[in-house]
């Protein structure tokens, strides 16, 4: 990917922090630093992962760029125009162009409202299609995904998982979005089912020219979906390379550690598993200097006082580790 192109997305330190309250008066007395000082340049037709152990903040990060949470700090580019800043009435015309798929799929379905009136909300909200219209194109977006026009009339109940998942996929791409966001799309999925819904997800950014940000535990899977990866680690961007790069040459001993986990496709394969020692450290109270000092087995004196660098080690590699020259 040209760094030479405008990105379609630009997040510049870009932090989320919750405030923690207590007392009588319910006041301030400290901040969960859910994501911390993160900068990533999207390009058109990229698809992105973002990976890292629960609780990191990739998915506080990918809440964040869509508006569902405020940034506290940072810049967030959309298309060459700052949106992080823009009152909720402005943002109206950019949320068409950045959606989500969500995790659990039930639970960001209404179960009470029929998957095709559900498809057609976007269109009553966002366009002047009438209601003939809106049906025609909810029968398409269902075929597009896989499922059937008998699907209109049935309750989000009525339909398996990965079948559920099908329909917020149609949900998320109705309105012709540039970005889509996946949290933990597969995640819930049978491991067949996830092939299909890693497909069908190919197949979509193919029709449509999406950009996709991949937020996955899941190497295996984010290896053979994603272009480049960025890895994540108490809020903190630690590493961001190509795909192909990031697996045959990981620079951070965290990066090392969490593909040493990854299952081996061959039996009698052998790799050393690289085990952590402890819990991941409370945000409310990080470590001071590298965040991953406390846990990293190659950790320096120089590693608990003074916080890394983000600097580019190769060619589109970077890295945030005093120990990488």
């Known amino acids: 990917m040209s760094e030479s192109k405008q990105p379609l997305l630009r997040l510049e330190g870009v932090k989320k922090y919750y405030p923690i309250r207590g007392g009588l008066l319910r006041r301030v007395q400290g901040y969960v630093k859910a994501v911390e000082n993160v900068s990533l340049d999207v390009f058109a037709g990229e698809s992105i992962g973002i990976v890292g152990e629960s609780g990191c903040g990739k998915s506080t990060l990918g809440r964040t760029i869509l508006g569902l949470e405020e940034a506290t700090d940072g810049s967030i580019f959309f298309q060459g125009e700052e949106i992080s800043r823009l009152p909720e009435r402005q943002r109206k015309k950019w949320k068409?162009?950045?959606?989500?798929?969500?995790?659990?799929?039930?639970?960001?379905?209404?179960?009470?409202?029929?998957?095709?009136?559900?498809?057609?909300?976007?269109?009553?909200?966002?366009?002047?299609?009438?209601?003939?219209?809106?049906?025609?194109?909810?029968?398409?977006?269902?075929?597009?995904?896989?499922?059937?026009?008998?699907?209109?009339?049935?309750?989000?109940?009525?339909?398996?998982?990965?079948?559920?998942?099908?329909?917020?996929?149609?949900?998320?791409?109705?309105?012709?979005?540039?970005?889509?966001?996946?949290?933990?799309?597969?995640?819930?999925?049978?491991?067949?089912?996830?092939?299909?819904?890693?497909?069908?997800?190919?197949?979509?950014?193919?029709?449509?020219?999406?950009?996709?940000?991949?937020?996955?535990?899941?190497?295996?899977?984010?290896?053979?979906?994603?272009?480049?990866?960025?890895?994540?680690?108490?809020?903190?961007a630690v590493e961001l390379a190509p795909s192909r790069e990031l697996y045959a040459n990981p620079l951070h001993p965290y990066t090392k550690a969490l593909l040493s986990a990854i299952p081996r496709p061959k039996p009698g394969a052998k790799r050393e598993r690289i085990r952590l020692e402890g819990d991941?450290?409370?945000?409310?109270?990080?470590?001071?200097?590298?965040?991953?000092?406390?846990?990293?087995?190659?950790?320096?004196?120089?590693?608990?006082?003074?916080?890394?660098?983000?600097?580019?080690?190769?060619?589109?590699?970077?890295?945030?580790?005093?120990?990488?020259?």
Not at 295 to 312: F, G, L, S
């Open 96 to 236: 068409k162009e950045m959606q989500m798929v969500f995790q659990d799929p039930y639970a960001s379905l209404n179960p009470r409202q029929r998957v095709g009136h559900a498809l057609e909300e976007a269109f009553v909200i966002h366009t002047s299609m009438t209601k003939a219209e809106r049906e025609e194109r909810v029968l398409q977006l269902l075929q597009e995904v896989g499922l059937r026009p008998e699907h209109y009339d049935r309750y989000p109940h009525e339909f398996s998982g990965g079948q559920r998942q099908r329909i917020g996929i149609a949900r998320a791409i109705a309105l012709n979005p540039s970005l889509v966001i996946c949290d933990e799309a597969v995640s819930a999925l049978d491991v067949s089912v996830q092939a299909q819904i890693i497909k069908l997800l190919k197949d979509i950014q193919e029709k449509h020219e999406l950009t996709y940000l991949f937020i996955s535990h899941d190497l295996g899977v984010v290896r053979h979906f994603c272009n480049r990866v960025l890895v994540m680690y108490l809020g903190h």
């Open 280 to 325: 991941l450290p409370n945000p409310a109270n990080p470590p001071k200097g590298c965040p991953f000092h406390t846990r990293c087995p190659v950790a320096t004196e120089r590693c608990k006082q003074e916080r890394p660098e983000w600097k580019e080690a190769a060619p589109g590699h970077f890295v945030a580790c005093h120990e990488v020259k």
